[in-house]
């Protein structure tokens, strides 16, 4: 664990152990994928069945530099859809949330922020600081927070290799005094539910914001051998 203090609200509890969902509180997914992301398999309609069967509120639809599936999703579900994407920049990835159109990938990360805060999106950091590709260092997070560009930071990813590295995503946001959220970042049907945010309802990007302050961690690693791999499944052209 980082020698850093973390925000207790951080430290995750299991979605087995998470209790039944409370009254003015939704259960949000902030990073998940679908076959558009090109690296993901989970198609249309099994998107739609595992959500419901995770019982989740709100999913951020979170494609690789893409945003075709996430609108059609946003016209398909019954639960909240918000409409994002996961983009590589020079530094790492960053998430925008709220957006309408594609971000350009290969961008200066203060570029990326200012593409996505002209939407009227929220700059999301996922998976910072560990061992993955394309995970934004501490250093270039600060250099973005220094900015004034980044909203909120994924404090538990349950794609993360070990949990010393969602601990220290977690130490950088409570030090930081940035919100923190949670993600699955599925790319497979049967890892949507492993993760989510539980926080009061919210009504637009800023209220989120707010919200995420007073929101609980909910989360597990996934297994890093899942049984029943598929090949992946092309997406078709945007």
Known sequence: ??????????????????????????????????????????????????????????????????????????????????VGSEIKTQAGELIGLFIDERVSFGLPATECARRIRAQGGIVYVPHPIGPRNHAMSAPDMDELVEAGLVDAIEVFNSRNPSDGVNASAAAFATSRGLPGGAGSDAHYPDEIGAAWLELPDFDGPDDLVSAMREGIVVGERHPPHRAGWRPRIIPPSA
């Open 1 to 82: 664990m980082p020698a850093e203090p973390i925000d207790p609200r951080y430290v995750p509890v299991a979605p087995a152990d998470a209790g039944p969902k409370r009254a003015g509180i939704v259960r949000m997914d902030f990073h998940m994928h679908t076959y558009g992301s090109g690296d993901a398999v989970t198609s249309i309609e099994e998107f739609e069945d595992a959500v419901v069967a995770a019982d989740l509120d709100v999913v951020c639809v979170t494609d690789h530099n893409a945003v075709h599936v996430a609108h059609t999703l946003s016209g398909d579900l019954d639960v909240r859809v918000i």
